[in-house]
């Protein structure tokens, strides 16, 4: 039986930092992280093909590659992404000829919609974990393995934990262990100062797809939720886990990370290293939060490629 995932977060003090300083801070960290999301309009964009199906309440977006399908891989964004904005060059870039790769827009995120994202209840991470199951399921996948990037790590965890039968290997990347000063500071600054933090050309792309009264909704939800220390104590920031959970994990796991992430620093890597029984780990030196993109996506997809084929 799988303990109570969501419960025995240890919070650490937080200093504090003048508003103007917080908000300066904070601007340079997610620009740094998020530029790389921005791709360059020089590149061909590869032939995708978005598909509906129906998942509970919500006509689930997705995008099913041709490949071998003896070997399933399912990738989950993370928070305020998308498969348009963020995996298309990886979702082209898999060897077709190993792996089938299929990818989805969670519930309120990109084609998604509805249901809104605000108005999901409960844990997020643990719904998440349910539409991304019962889409596995409606598309005949049975066996499969799970590769979830930031918040889509922690979906991806809960659904290693809940179903390892159905589970071959796990990847994660820019995955929090715990939650620390670093990361509540963050979000903090982050709820404070509004959509207006994020790098222009990401802040374009998202305006475009919600709209500003939406995209605020749905950008203020996540981090003033995650920020709240109260709500933690419970929730556990989307899908932290306590070191039980994470001992409980059995499924082949590789934990990657970018020595830049400015988000997750490198001692999360460690920790969920300790705590997850046989896990890997590799760091990639140029790698920021979102390690699947440029510059270190060559090495990011060579590092999974063996990890999964092995």
């Known amino acids: 039986m799988i303990p109570n995932l969501w419960s025995h977060i240890v919070f650490k ?26 791709y360059s309009t020089k590149i061909a964009p590869p032939k995708i093909i978005y598909q509906k199906i129906r998942v509970f309440d919500c006509d ?5 590659m041709e490949g071998n399908p003896d070997h399933v891989v399912f990738i989950l964004p993370g928070a305020l992404s998308s498969i348009e904005q963020d995996f298309v060059p990886l979702l082209q870039n898999f060897d ?3 792996y089938k790769v299929i990818a989805y827009d969670p519930p309120g995120y990109g084609g998604s919609r509805p249901p809104n994202r605000w ?28 590769a979830g990037w930031s918040m889509g790590a922690f979906t991806a965890a809960i659904m290693a934990l809940k179903n390892p039968e159905q589970t071959r290997k796990l990847v994660v990347w820019g995955m929090g262990g ?10 903090k600054t982050m709820a404070s100062i509004g959509i207006s933090c994020l790098p222009k050309a990401r802040l374009s792309q998202l305006l475009n797809i ?54 997750v620093h490198v001692d999360h ?12 780990t590799h760091l990639i030196k140029n790698g920021s939060h979102a390690t699947h993109c440029a510059p270190s996506e060559k090495e990011f997809l060579t590092v999974v490629d063996k990890f999964l084929s092995s």
Not at 14 to 33: D, E, W
Not at 178 to 187: A, C, K
Not at 238 to 253: A, E, V
Not at 269 to 280: A, C, P, Q, T
């Open 119 to 146: 108005d999901i209840k409960g844990i997020v991470a643990e719904s998440d974990a349910n539409y991304a199951t019962e889409l596995l399921k409606k598309l005949g996948h049975q066996k499969y393995s799970l």
């Open 60 to 64: 689930m977006n997705y995008v099913e």
């Open 96 to 98: 077709s000829k190993k």
């Open 13 to 38: 003090t937080i200093r504090i930092t003048p508003l103007a300083l917080k908000n300066k801070l904070s601007k340079s960290i997610i620009s740094k992280n998020l530029s790389c999301l921005n």
């Open 210 to 263: 919600y709209g500003e009264e939406d995209l605020k909704k749905i950008f203020y939800k996540w981090v003033s939720q995650e920020a709240d220390e109260s709500v933690a104590v419970d929730f556990t920031k989307d899908g932290l886990f306590t070191k039980q959970c994470l001992n409980q994990l059995r499924i082949p796991t590789l934990i990657i990370q970018g020595a830049k992430d400015g988000f």
């Open 269 to 280: 890597m460690e920790y969920l290293h300790r705590n997850i029984n046989g896990s890997k």
């Open 178 to 187: 715990y939650f620390d000063e670093v990361t509540s500071n963050n979000l």
